[in-house]
């Protein structure tokens, strides 16, 4: 059975009086394992689609079932509630909290599964160590660099055992050579076993997947499985 | 699950409780100002609260120290509970002994009438020791001993004949007698009252552990000897009345009345030119008295605490722009609206717990300060002080629901972009 699956995915988007349409009948699946690669031109409904599967957002029309259960017709709390088990996310800019040290950051889906806090503690430092930054994990993020803080993101998309890990230009933010580790530490965890899709435009960074899914005006224009090369 | 639930709800306190603390922190000034508000509410509410519980306390004392079915002639009112003209009052004329014997001889229905004054607080020193420098000394008559519901448990009241030949003796309160002879029996020995000698006639029995001990802490002289001695000029001297019974309590109040406008001359048609003061005009005054402040207060405090509650959403508002990023990462990772919800309004709560627990403190410090100045015993008016609390709740709930509700439905991923 499949993981994800996408089955004629709208979504348009009404701006003023014109309506863009970021995805149009989009079908698609992807098993439990699988490491893919989105790829595309700015513009063409990378995002939109990522925060479909993600469930941040919800389809204008289609239908989408994440592991089995039918997430386009749940509500907003059911909705978080999928976020919080079933996804982690990593975005572009990070998006850590400012304010809070890198456990803590790890730590936040924890709080919101309603995980107690001891058990939050160990499960944060595992999450924190897994990603290489014990010794920096009181610092806050304007105290890291941006690898660091990018793996700070890793660790808390990580720390609930989610069933897919979806990353959204992870190193768009980063120079070459951070974002060459990034991509070593995703490949590391797609061979323990996770499911994970990353958002990309750079072929590079598209090469450690197994799948490259390519994009253009809200379709899919080609959908290969590569040998390991 | 209902565990769950619990760790839940604890574990989103503790973090909504730190968020607002971070958010508080790093704003110092702003935040300060904003609490300001509920500071000024607050407090006004507990520091009036304060000062008429400080005030009831008083009445109260003053109360038992009335005898039963008495009554007391004063020029001036007992306190000021406000609609008093004090230019008129002072103009009144003093009360003296001439019209205090007269009362007592042309008033047919009164048990008993005594009077008296206070003459000077003060330490009393004997051969044996010293008191503390809160000692009252009372001059009065024979006649004032069962309007003050003062009983005689050793040796002798002050007499007629004490007051005729201006004799040097005093009556000593309980709590004083036991402190200055703590051993033997204090009759028969001198004590010296502001640099002079009395010679002890008698000790009052204890009015018992009543809420100011100060009652039993008296010294008691004739009238006549405290007026040659503390001076007579510039004195207004008080009457205490007893009626017979409870029945002939308002004839003989208006029998008094009657004779008094007389003595003194009182025109035709003019007010009385002094005061009657009972247990209960004292009672229905101060109510009539807490009833308008309590008003007044309740006003005061409201447009506060409402111009408070706005700057509060202001701030709350302008907090949950500046955060939206950090509310589309927690959406991000799964908290519900709900989650959202409860972590703004905690934080407004806790904006006006702040503010609220200073107002408290510093209310219960100024309502106290009126204790000090009228050297009564302070009060810390514990039920107050959770009502001021609760109110800043109510407040943090009333005004922060509105940004809270707006933080809960900023659509995630527009959050997340949020610059
Ligand atoms: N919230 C939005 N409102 C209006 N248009 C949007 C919104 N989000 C995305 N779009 C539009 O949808 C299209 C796809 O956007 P996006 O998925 O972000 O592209 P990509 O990530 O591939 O660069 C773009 O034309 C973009 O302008
Ligand atoms: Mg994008």
Redesign the interface.
């Given at each position: 059975m499949s993981l994800i699956r996408l089955e004629k995915i709208t979504r348009r988007y009404q701006m003023g009086g014109e309506t863009i349409h970021a995805l149009r009948e989009v079908s698609l699946t992807i098993a439990r394992g699988e490491y893919v690669a989105i790829m595309g031109p700015s513009g063409s409904g990378k995002s939109t689609l990522m925060?479909l599967i993600?469930c941040?957002?919800t389809p204008t029309s289609g239908s989408y079932h994440l592991n089995g259960a039918d997430v386009s017709d749940m509500d907003?709390?059911e909705l978080?509630?999928v976020?919080?088990?079933e996804i982690g996310?990593v975005?572009q800019t990070f998006?850590?909290?400012?304010?809070?040290n890198a456990l803590h950051n790890v730590e936040?889906?924890l709080?919101?599964?309603?995980?107690?806090?001891d058990e939050?503690r160990r499960v944060a430092l595992e999450a924190i160590e897994s990603v290489g930054l014990t010794d920096r994990m009181h610092h806050k993020p304007n105290e890291l660099s941006g690898g660091q803080r990018q793996r700070v993101a890793v660790a808390?998309a990580l720390v609930?055992k989610p069933s897919i890990l979806l990353a959204d230009e992870p190193t768009g933010n980063l120079d070459s050579r951070t974002g060459e580790e990034i991509m070593a530490l995703f490949e590391q965890l797609s061979r323990s076993g996770n499911t994970i899709i990353v958002v990309t435009h750079e072929e590079d960074i598209a090469r450690h997947a197994r799948r490259i899914l390519r994009i253009r005006d809200g379709l899919i224009a080609s959908d290969e499985v590569q040998g390991r090369s | 699950m209902k565990a769950k639930r619990t760790t839940l709800l604890l574990g989103e306190l503790r973090e909504s409780l730190a968020m607002a603390l971070h958010a508080i922190a790093a704003h110092k000034l702003r935040s300060a100002l904003t609490l300001l508000g509920v500071l000024i509410g607050v407090f006004s509410i507990i520091v009036v609260m304060t000062a008429l519980r400080v005030m009831q306390n008083n009445i109260e004392s003053s109360l038992s120290e009335l005898g039963i079915n008495s009554f007391m002639i004063r020029k001036h009112p007992m306190m000021s509970f406000g609609g008093v003209d004090w230019e008129k009052v002072a103009r009144r004329k003093d009360i003296t002994l001439a019209m205090g014997r007269k009362l007592a001889e042309q008033a047919s229905q009164p048990q008993s009438i005594g009077i008296e004054t206070m003459f000077w607080g003060g330490q009393v020193e004997t051969r044996l020791g010293q008191s503390a420098p809160t000692v009252q000394v009372f001059g009065e008559t024979p006649g004032s001993f069962p309007s003050r519901n003062w009983v005689i448990a050793d040796g002798r009241a002050i007499t007629e004949a004490d007051v005729d030949s201006s004799r040097d003796v005093v009556v000593l309160g309980a709590a004083l007698a036991e402190t200055v002879f703590p051993l033997g029996s204090p009759l028969g020995e001198k004590v010296k009252l502001n640099g002079l000698n009395y010679t002890v006639v008698g000790v009052l029995a204890s009015k018992g552990a009543s809420r100011s001990d100060n009652q039993d802490n008296v010294a008691i002289v004739p009238l006549t000897t405290g007026l040659s001695r503390f001076g007579r000029w510039n004195r207004s001297l008080n009457i205490l009345v007893q009626a017979k019974d409870r029945s002939s309590f308002e004839s003989t109040m208006d029998e008094v009345r009657g004779a008094m406008r007389v003595i003194r001359k009182t025109p035709p048609g003019e007010p009385d030119d002094f005061e009657i003061i009972s247990n209960d005009s004292l009672i229905a005054q101060f109510n009539q008295f807490t009833r308008v402040v309590r008003i007044g207060i309740a006003g005061v405090s409201s447009i506060a605490l409402i111009a408070a509650g706005i700057g509060i959403m202001n701030i709350m508002l302008v907090s949950v722009t500046e955060r939206t990023r950090e509310i589309g990462i927690r959406r991000a990772v799964g908290a519900k609206k709900r989650n959202i919800m409860t972590q703004f309004i905690l934080e407004a709560i806790m904006l006006c717990e702040l503010g609220g627990m200073v107002g408290v403190v510093l209310g219960i410090i100024g309502g106290n300060a009126t204790a000090l100045f009228l050297r009564l015993p302070t009060v810390i008016p514990v039920d107050w002080a959770i009502i001021g609390l609760l109110i800043c709740s109510v407040v943090g709930i009333i005004f922060g629901t509105y940004p809270a509700w707006k933080a809960a439905n900023l659509d995630p991923i527009d959050s997340l972009r949020y610059e």
């Open positions: 925060n993600g941040l957002d907003d709390n978080a509630e976020r919080n088990r996310f975005f998006n850590l909290l400012a304010r809070s936040l889906p709080i919101y599964a309603g995980i107690d806090t939050r808390r609930n | -």
